[in-house]
Structure formats: C-alpha cells, structure tokens
C-alpha cells in the first residue's frame, strides 16, 4: 500500500515543480567554481564562478550555511551525518533522478535565481532553487553549472581581498586572503591567524611544491605570517632560491618548499 502511495504522488510532484519560474531555457556558458571570499566590506561570504571558455568571474552573495556547504564540498572534508545538501543528493540518487545541470538564470534586484535540470525516466523536470543551494547540490553530484549570458552582463566586480596579496604571490602560482574568523568558519579552521589560499594556477610553481586551495600558511621562512602583506614582506625579502612554507593542510600540519625564479 505504501508503494502505490509514493507511485501517486510522485508524478504530481514532479509535475508542479516543472511549472515554477525559471524553467524555460536561457542562453548560457559553462562556469565552475573558481574560490570561495568573504567580501571585506561586508564580511559576506561569496562564491566565485569562472566561465570556462573566456574565464570571465561571477561572484555570487551568498548565506554562510550554503558558503560552508560549498566550501566543505571543494575541499573534500567528509562529515559524520549528511547535510541539508547530501540529503538532497542521497534522495535524487535513490528516486533514481539525474541532475544534468544547474543554471545561474537571472539576476534581479540584486537577487540571483537558478534552476536545476532534473532527468528522470518519464521526462527532464525544472526545479526553482537559489543559486548557492544549486551550485552544493551540483558539486555533490558532478554536473555542470551554466551562468545565462543575461546574468554575465549584469555581473556585480570581484570584491577586493582582505589585505590582498600583491603581484609576487601571483607569480608563484597562487592567490590568498587573511584569515578572518568568518573564513575559518567557512572551512573549518581551527587557527585564527594565518592566510588562507583561495586558489592555485594549474602548472604553476605552487602546485607542482603541493600548495593546495583551502591550505592555510602560518609560517614563511620560519617568520609567523598574520596577513597577505607579510607573507609578501618575507617573500620579497628571501635571499635562498627556495620559499619554506609552515601550512596546515586539512587540519595537519606540514612543510611545502616552494622554488622562487630566478
């Protein structure tokens, strides 16, 4: 009896969630998501997309539950009991429901809607969803994200990194922002101070000596580092050829060596 239930009810759902708003097509590009910030001016967390063709950025204003959801997800750190997310992920997969994609739609009035693509084995529905939920579920289930060219256009700039570092941790291959106790949240971070790296450029220096987003530097050449503009104080001062990096990777502690050009 409880089988035919759910059996009812099922095309019911599926049927109203395909009438919400936002379901209809919009011309869109392939993004992924670049890093994760916390805009300093109003110590809100946002998620960055690049679109993967011309690597324009899209920064999206997001709450701190769905920020620490997205941040977990890219660093891999698994948790004893699902989240809101993995519930949502665990469901589609056990009704048998593909999410093809999730798309950025609109931008209106300061306010990002998105829709997931949801393929079952009657027909492809569309469920109304915020951006930062969608992207958690498209993470969790490794499908795309696609921005719509309307949202691109209208796109808000890049918020300036807290203390950003300068031009020579770029030319090392990486990017960072102070560890703020907002960020720390975000990643589960036990140390208050340090830098955070928010990203690493494939093939470059900091990559092939293992740095990895989500590391988080507390020493350079046995110096404590609090900020990004001392770690591009002890940088510029270094006088070996090699960049000794005190770093806490996953919530261990190691050393990554770092070679500086010449």
């Known amino acids: 009896m409880k089988s035919r239930h759910y059996l009812l009810f099922l095309p019911v759902l599926f ?8 379901a209809q097509e919009f011309p869109s590009l392939e993004a992924r998501v670049k890093t994760m910030l916390i805009d300093p001016n109003s110590q809100t967390p946002v ?47 056990n009704l048998g429901a593909t999410l093809q994609r999730v798309t950025i739609t609109e931008l209106r009035s300061s306010t990002y809607f998105a829709n997931l693509s949801l393929a079952t084995k009657e027909k492809v529905v569309h469920v109304d969803s915020r951006p930062s939920d969608a992207i958690a579920v498209a993470l969790r289930m490794k499908a795309p994200i696609f921005v719509s060219t309307q949202v691109l256009a209208k796109s808000k700039p890049l ?19 102070d560890l703020t106790a907002e960020l720390a949240k975000l990643f589960d971070s036990h140390p208050q101070k340090g830098v955070l790296i928010t990203d690493v450029a494939a093939g470059g220096l900091a990559t092939k000596a293992g740095l990895q987003r989500g590391d988080i530097i507390t020493k350079a050449n046995d110096q404590a580092i609090a900020s990004t ?7 510029q001062a270094a006088k070996s050829p090699q960049l000794k990096l005190e770093v806490i990777k996953k919530g261990k502690p190691t050393t990554i060596v770092i070679d500086l050009p010449s």
């Open 15 to 22: 049927l109203w969630v395909s009438d919400l708003p936002g």
């Open 47 to 93: 998620v960055v997309l690049e679109t993967v063709a011309d690597k324009k950025p899209l920064p999206i204003w997001i709450d701190a539950p769905e920020a620490r959801a997205i941040a977990l997800e890219l660093e891999h750190v698994s948790l004893p009991r699902p989240l809101t997310h993995d519930l949502i992920r665990n469901i589609l997969q």
């Open 159 to 177: 918020p300036g990194a807290t203390g950003g570092a300068g031009q020579t941790p770029r030319k090392l291959g990486f990017q960072a922002q």
């Open 229 to 235: 503009l001392e770690l591009e104080s002890v940088i």
